[in-house]
Nanobody, 123 residues
């Protein structure tokens, strides 16, 4: 599966952004789709993951209530709505696809990655 992430940019603290991840290729529906981010000098951090029906969604605690992951199976696109952004959210955001649902919070269990999209939150 091939992934294309988009939607990053510069936003002020307290603002919102919506990231999108378009998936293409064979058997897209068998994958769970996750969002991660990586800040300079830090490891890639899991944020949220969903299946394509939106029935099995999980968030890391630090983004619960601020970020919402939503799949659009008709368009093979997964969105990450990010609200109440802070400078600590500044990072490159990546979407990924995994066929390992039991370990889908672990970045090394992902089969494919998008190219990353930069989110910068100014104070």
């Amino acid at each position: 599966v091939q992934l294309q992430a988009s939607g990053g940019g510069l936003v002020q603290a307290g603002g919102s952004l919506r990231l999108s991840c378009a998936a293409s290729g064979r058997l897209v529906s068998v994958y769970d789709m996750g969002w991660f981010r990586q800040a300079p000098g830090k490891e890639r951090e899991f944020l949220a993951v969903t299946d394509w029906r939106g029935n099995n969604i999980y968030y890391i605690d630090s983004v619960k209530g601020r970020f919402t992951i939503s799949p659009d199976s008709a368009k093979n696109t997964v969105h990450l709505q990010m609200n109440s952004l802070t400078p600590e959210d500044t990072a490159v955001y990546y979407c990924g696809a995994t066929t390992d649902p039991l370990r889908r919070t672990l970045y090394d269990r992902y089969d494919s990655w998008g190219q990353g999209t930069l989110v910068t939150v100014s104070s």
